[in-house]
């Protein structure tokens, strides 16, 4: 398939390509003189691409891991700690949110209790 077609058919944006042809990460002998072709194997690490990227990996942390995965079970400890920094970074930002969430819920509460409570006027809510 050229770029093209898979951004096509698989909706994978033009920039997660060009990282993976500047990466090496697909196999150069499949470049030709209308641009790149791209099998089976290249769609699924497209794919691990695509996954990284939206599970909040920078594109440097996603080369590295691609590289670490391409390298084997050998890295799969490397592998599995920068998953666990990425879900723990993750996990904080959820924390964060949800106390915004409940900051928030407070202040609609408040303003709820406007209308009914006339000894809310005048305050801050």
Known sequence: MTKEEVCACYGIPPEVLDECERWGLCDAAKAVMEGWRYDGHDLEVLGMV????????????????????????ATRAKRLRMLDGRRAATLAAMHELEERLQKIDHLRYGTRREDGDATMKGRIA
């Open 50 to 73: 695509l996954t990284l990227h939206d599970a909040g990996f920078e594109p440097d942390d996603v080369e590295t891991y691609l590289r670490l995965a391409l390298e084997g079970p």
